[in-house]
């Protein structure tokens, strides 16, 4: 594990689009950090160029104090878990997790250990000799990361490693790599657009947009304070809101007696253990509201909308500025 410095890196396609335009970011040692955003924002391009499968157009890039923007990517000690598992289908497990030793030349006494200690750590090492192509999706991700894990990487990648899994297995999947990360204190960059798992797994998420990293911070930090309307609208719904600012749905209380502003109810949407209510304010914006339980209330009666100030975040941009 190492500790990740980039400074000014920039990439251009055909010499116009600028995928990565000046992007700065420290990654300490043994930090789980998280980029998110749309597509084509950048953040799988400067995966790629920190992996060494990218050149990029300038910028520098430090592993412990050592500059490795020249370095294959062999010689980089950086290891990526990719979308597609990116296994081999005639190879059975244990070789497949071998594959990276064996391209360093160990030995075979340290290339049998190394590779069940990996395995015993995703919990495979039972399937040792079996054939990845009889293994469940989240079985070859699972091998995938044993296999990255195996050559003790300086800087662990993971590329949207989850987003080919059903929804039950991402929800295994996120808890046994951020147990993984943990206890092997591993400093790793996880790429993804799905902000559930960049909020829940990481120590510090970024967000990206149009190639700059718009926002860096815990993810209490960049959910509840977002420095800009882009970061609050691509992490969570944000309410437009009569004073100019917005508020997320979780942070606006309802009460029959007093509240900032009056809202009549339209809808309830309910999901069980929570339940979301559609209000109309008098300027004619819609206000979604989001609460546990779920309390009797009647459509069309006017209720009052209240909430804590110190959670206003900047007011949403409309829908032609986005």
């Given at each position: 594990?190492?500790?990740?410095?980039?400074?000014?890196?920039?990439?251009?396609?055909?010499?116009?689009?600028?995928?990565?335009?000046?992007?700065?970011?420290?990654?300490?040692?043994?930090?789980?950090?998280?980029?998110?955003?749309?597509s084509?924002?950048?953040?799988?391009?400067?995966?790629?160029?920190?992996?060494?499968?990218?050149?990029?157009?300038?910028?520098?890039?430090?592993?412990?104090g050592?500059?490795?923007?020249?370095?294959?990517?062999?010689?980089?000690?950086?290891?990526?878990?990719f979308?597609?598992?990116?296994?081999?289908p005639?190879?059975?497990?244990?070789?497949?997790v071998?594959?990276?030793?064996?391209?360093?030349?160990?030995?075979?006494?340290?290339?049998?250990?190394?590779v069940?200690?990996?395995?015993?750590?995703?919990?495979?090492?039972?399937?040792?000799?079996?054939?990845?192509?009889?293994?469940?999706?989240?079985?070859?991700?699972?091998v995938?990361?044993?296999?990255?894990?195996?050559?003790?990487?300086?800087?662990l990648?993971l590329?949207?490693?989850?987003?080919?899994?059903?929804?039950?297995?991402?929800?295994?999947?996120?808890?046994?790599?951020?147990?993984?990360c943990?206890?092997?204190k591993?400093?790793?960059?996880?790429?993804?657009?799905?902000?559930?798992?960049?909020?829940?797994?990481?120590?510090?998420?970024?967000?990206m947009?149009?190639?700059?990293?718009?926002?860096?911070?815990?993810?209490?930090?960049?959910?509840?304070?977002?420095?800009?309307?882009?970061?609050?609208?691509?992490?969570?719904?944000v309410?437009?809101l009569?004073?100019?600012?917005g508020?997320?749905?979780?942070?606006l209380?309802?009460?029959?007696t007093?509240?900032?502003?009056?809202?009549?109810?339209?809808?309830?949407?309910?999901?069980?253990?929570?339940?979301?209510?559609?209000?109309?304010?008098?300027?004619?914006?819609?206000?979604?509201?989001?609460?546990?339980?779920?309390?009797?209330?009647?459509?069309?009666?006017?209720?009052?909308?209240d909430?804590?100030?110190?959670?206003?975040?900047?007011?949403?941009?409309s829908?032609?500025?986005?």
């Open positions: 594990m190492a500790e990740v410095i980039i400074e000014k890196l920039t990439k251009s396609y055909d010499g116009s689009v600028k995928v990565l335009d000046g992007v700065d970011l420290r990654i300490n040692q043994g930090e789980l950090v998280f980029l998110l955003g749309p084509g924002c950048g953040k799988s391009t400067l995966l790629r160029i920190l992996a060494g499968l990218v050149a990029p157009d300038s910028g520098t890039i430090s592993f412990d050592k500059n490795i923007i020249s370095l294959p990517p062999e010689k980089r000690r950086a290891a990526m878990v979308q597609n598992y990116a296994l081999w005639h190879l059975n497990v244990f070789e497949n071998a594959f990276g030793l064996r391209m360093e030349k160990c030995s075979r006494q340290e290339i049998g250990k190394k069940m200690e990996a395995l015993e750590q995703v919990r495979m090492s039972s399937f040792a000799k079996g054939s990845v192509t009889q293994l469940s999706g989240g079985q070859q991700q699972r995938a990361l044993a296999r990255a894990l195996a050559v003790e990487p300086a800087l990648l590329d949207e490693p989850l987003s080919n899994l059903d929804a039950n297995l991402r929800d295994t999947m996120r808890r046994e790599i951020k147990r993984i943990t206890e092997r591993l400093t790793a960059l996880y790429v993804t657009h799905d902000r559930r798992e960049a909020l829940s797994m990481a120590d510090r998420a970024g967000v947009h149009k190639g700059k990293l718009s926002q860096i911070g815990t993810p209490d930090e960049i959910y509840n304070h977002p420095s800009d309307s882009f970061t609050a609208r691509f992490l969570g719904d309410n437009r009569p004073c100019g600012g508020i997320r749905p979780e942070r209380r309802i009460s029959e007093q509240g900032k502003f009056r809202a009549r109810l339209l809808e309830r949407s309910f999901f069980g253990d929570s339940c979301e209510w559609l209000f109309e304010i008098s300027s004619g914006e819609k206000v979604l509201v989001r609460e546990l339980g779920a309390p009797e209330r009647s459509a069309g009666k006017e209720y009052f909308l909430y804590d100030e110190a959670f206003l975040i900047p007011a949403p941009e829908d032609d500025e986005k």
